[in-house]
């Protein structure tokens, strides 16, 4: 099985600040990779998908990067509605997907 | 707008079988390149995906649930359904169901979950 490894798994941030959010896979995952918010009581929504590419409709100030094992999820400048939980999600090892575990982006 | 929505028992006593249905409006799902799956979220961890299923009646399982999995379809409900055997507290957790789109489009493999249910919470308990 592939793990995913997120880290930080919690961080305290303002708005306007610039946040970055690691996903380490336990093996190369060629970018098969997605990103998902959720906010608390909600379902998740997905961000990126295929590492960097944004998903209709998400904002702009959203990106992803990484190659190999380790990808990266950047907000560039963090807005009041981005305050939320952040999973990583492989599907390099289809038909087994796996989720990171997480990581709460809260405000300082 | 594609719509689903979870259905079926909030409380599941330990050792019985958890059922949930869901059901999708606004779209077909018998739609060509869409799986539809099942995602849980245990109170307060992360995310765990169980299984998807294609219109043809094709499943997938994580294999660490799938001697206890059961997803089907019927597609003139428009609905696909959960089982899970043999259930104890650890099965307790949000069940979501979701679109799950898996496709190549010319420049990368996608398996994605696009559209969700709102999620309803299982609890396992005597």
């Known amino acids: 099985d592939i793990q995913m490894t997120q880290s930080p798994s919690s961080l305290s941030a303002s708005v306007g600040d610039r946040v970055t959010i690691t996903c380490r896979a336990s093996q190369g995952i060629s970018n098969s990779l997605a990103w998902y918010q959720q906010k608390p ?10 590492a960097s590419r944004l998903e209709s409709g998400v904002p702009s100030r959203f990106s ?5 094992t ?10 009041p509605e981005d305050f939320a939980t952040y999973y990583c999600q492989q599907y390099y090892s289809t038909p087994l997907l796996t989720f990171g575990g997480g990581t709460k982006v809260e405000i300082k | 707008q594609l719509q689903l929505q979870e259905s079926g028992p909030g409380l599941v006593k330990p050792s019985e079988t958890l059922s949930l249905t869901c059901t999708v409006s606004g779209g077909s799902i018998s739609s060509s390149s869409y799986y539809w799956g099942w995602i849980r979220q245990p109170p307060g961890k992360g995310l765990e995906w169980i299984g998807s299923i294609y219109y043809s009646g094709s499943t997938y399982y994580n294999p660490s649930l799938k001697s206890r999995v059961t997803i089907s379809v019927d597609t003139s409900k428009n609905q696909f359904s959960l089982k899970l055997s043999s259930v104890t507290a650890a099965d307790t957790a949000v069940y979501y169901c979701a679109r799950h789109s898996d496709y190549y489009d010319s420049r990368d493999d996608v398996s994605t979950f696009d559209y969700w249910g709102q999620g309803t919470l299982v609890t396992v308990s005597s």
């Open chain 1, 70 to 79: 380790d990808y990266t999820l950047t907000i560039s400048s963090l807005q």
């Open chain 1, 64 to 68: 992803g990067s990484g190659s190999g």
């Open chain 1, 41 to 50: 009581g909600k379902a998740p929504k997905l961000l990126l998908y295929a």
